[in-house]
C-alpha cells in the first residue's frame, strides 16, 4: 500500500481528466463537500516523488541480489523460500509503482491547479482496489514464508518429501487471488471506496457512514492483515526456538566427543552455524515480521477499533489524523522489506559473525590470561 510515491508521466490519459470531475453525490463522506479541502504543497509532493524512486530502487536492488543468489538456493534446496521472496519483492515493487502513480496524480492536481478535483467514484474504486489488493499481498506472502520456513526446520523430512514449487506457485497464485477478490468485491455493488483524508488516497470507508458491507469489508482486509501478522510471528518463534535447541545439540555433542579442540575450533564452528542458509534466511523472515508488525498494526487496528467503536449508520465524520500517520507508517514498510534482503545478506552476516566471535574469544582469553597473572602472583 503507498500514498506517497513517484510522479506520474507526463502525457496523463484524457479518462483521468474526465474522471477528477467534481461529483460530490457519488462521495460519501461530508468533509469532503467543505471547501476547506487541505491543498497539498510542494514540498509533499516532492516526499512522494523520492519515496517512489527510492522504495522502486531499492526493490529492484534486491531482486538483482536473488536473481545472483538463486544457484545457491536451488543446490541447497531452499527453492519455495526463493519463489515466495520473489513474490513478496514484486509485489512491494506493484505497490510503489501503481497505487503511487494514482496517489500522485491527485497530489499534482491539487497542488497546480487553483480549482480542486476530486476524484469520481470510478477514479476511487480502481485506486482503492489497488490499495486493498496491494496491501495485503506482502502480508499474504510474508505468512507463507514464516510457514514454509517453520515446516522446513521443524519438519526437514517432510518438507523435502511433500514441499515442491508447484505446490508454492499454488500457494502464490491462491493468496493473490484471495487478496484480489477482497478487492474488487465493491465493482459489483457490494461495498464501495471513498476518498479519504486528506482527499490523496482513496480506501474503503473506514469512518463516518457505512454499509453493512463496508463495514464488512474493512473488518475483512483488517483481521485478515493481523491474522496474516500474527501467525507469521508464531511460526518465527516455533522455527527459532528449534533452530536455538539444534545449536545446543549441537555444541553438548561437540564438546563430550572432542574436548581437545574446543580450544581451537568454537568460533569458526559457531560462526559457520550461525552463517548457514538456514539462519541466513531466519534472520532476514525475523527482521520483515518485526518490521511488518511495526509498520502495520497501528493502522489495522485502529481500523479494527474503529468499526466496534462508531455506531452503525452514523451521520457525524470528523477527519481522523492518526489514519493518516498509520498509512504512512504501513507504506514504509514495502520499503524496509527489500533493505532486509539488502543488508542481511550472507557476507553481511558472516562478517558480522566472526567479529563478533573473534571479539569474544578475545575476550575470553584476556580474563583467562589475567586469572593466571594473579594466580600466580598469589603464589
Known amino acids: 500500500m503507498r500514498t506517497l510515491m513517484t510522479s506520474f ?63 545457491r538456493f536451488r543446490r541447497q534446496s ?79 523430512f517432510f518438507h523435502t518429501a511433500m514441499i515442491t514449487m508447484a505446490h508454492v506457485r499454488g500457494v502464490v497464485v491462491f493468496l493473490s487471488s484471495l487478496a484480489l477478490v477482497l478487492a474488487v468485491i465493491p465493482f459489483f455493488a457490494i461495498g464501495t471506496y471513498t476518498t479519504q483524508f486528506p482527499g ?12 453493512i458491507a463496508d463495514t464488512s469489508l474493512v473488518l475483512a482486509f483488517s483481521c485478515l492483515g493481523l491474522t496474516a501478522l ?13 533452530l536455538l535447541q539444534a545449536r545446543i545439540k549441537s555444541q553438548n555433542v561437540k564438546s563430550k566427543s572432542a574436548a581437545h579442540c574446543v580450544r581451537h575450533a568454537p568460533s569458526a564452528s559457531s560462526s559457520s552455524l550461525f552463517c548457514s542458509l538456514d539462519v541466513e534466511m531466519m534472520v532476514q523472515l525475523a527482521v520483515i515480521t518485526v518490521v511488518s508488525c511495526v509498520c502495520w498494526s497501528p493502522f489495522l487496528i485502529h481500523i479494527l477499533l474503529i468499526q466496534f467503536i462508531q455506531s452503525p449508520g452514523g451521520s457525524t465524520y470528523e477527519p481522523d489524523d492518526f489514519i493518516l500517520v498509520g498509512l504512512r507508517m504501513a507504506s514504509w514498510n514495502q520499503i524496509f522489506d527489500p533493505w532486509v534482503y539488502i543488508l542481511l545478506r550472507r557476507t553481511v552476516l558472516y562478517r558480522v559473525c566472526c567479529a563478533f566471535y573473534t571479539q569474544r ?17 598469589l603464589q
Not at 206 to 211: E, F, L
Open 78 to 156: 531452499k527453492s519455495p523460500f526463493l519463489l515466495l521472496t520473489v513474490a513478496l519483492l514484486l509485489a512491494d515493487l506493484g505497490s510503489h509503482m501503481i497505487p503511487g502513480a494514482f496517489a500522485l496524480y491527485l497530489h499534482m492536481n491539487q497542488s497546480y491547479k487553483m480549482q480542486i478535483m476530486r476524484p469520481t467514484k470510478e477514479f476511487c474504486h480502481i485506486f482503492g482496489a489497488c490499495m486493498v489488493f496491494f496491501g495485503l499481498c506482502p502480508l499474504l506472502f510474508g505468512c507463507a514464508m514464516a510457514i514454509e520456513r517453520c515446516v522446513a526446520i521443524t519438519q526437514p
Open 200 to 211: 490523496t488516497w482513496c480506501f474503503l470507508p473506514i469512518d463516518g457512514p457505512q454499509s
Open 9 to 71: 508521466p507526463s502525457i496523463t490519459p484524457s479518462i483521468f481528466h474526465q474522471n477528477l470531475k467534481i461529483n460530490s453525490s457519488e462521495l460519501s463522506n461530508p468533509w469532503l463537500n467543505s471547501t476547506t479541502w487541505p491543498l497539498i504543497r510542494f514540498s509533499g509532493l516532492g516526499m512522494s516523488c523520492f519515496t517512489m524512486t527510492f522504495g522502486a530502487t531499492s526493490n529492484l536492488v534486491a531482486l538483482s541480489i536473488l536473481a545472483k543468489s538463486r544457484v
Open 361 to 377: 574469544s578475545n575476550m575470553t582469553a584476556n580474563s583467562s590470561f589475567a586469572l593466571c597473572l594473579h594466580r600466580t602472583s
Open 230 to 242: 500474527t501467525l507469521s510471528l508464531l511460526c518465527n518463534i516455533l522455527s527459532g526456538l528449534t
